[in-house]
């Protein structure tokens, strides 16, 4: 991913993805316009990835968090609730 593509967030990455799928099914660009919309495409759809992937890090942390405060035993909860605050 160049510099400027790990500055885009999620959502601007993938309505610019959605754009550049939508020229290319639209057709009508030369082969070489062709080539790099899809070159685009796939630097765009990268960065939707490693969005996508760092939220899963993090639903993934905070659950493993929850369980840890919950002891883990049939849902019992000790002392002051750590694990019912919603992550």
Known sequence: MT???TSLGYEQARDELIEV???LEAG???LEDSLALWE???ELAQVCR???EGAR???DSALA????GAGGADGARE???GGERDA
């Open 3 to 5: 510099e400027t593509d």
């Open 50 to 52: 490693h969005w996508l």
């Open 40 to 42: 685009r495409g796939e």
């Open 21 to 23: 799928v939508r020229k």
């Open 65 to 68: 968090a929850r369980e840890a």
């Open 57 to 59: 890090a993090r639903l």
């Open 28 to 30: 009508g660009t030369s």
């Open 79 to 81: 002392g002051g609730g």
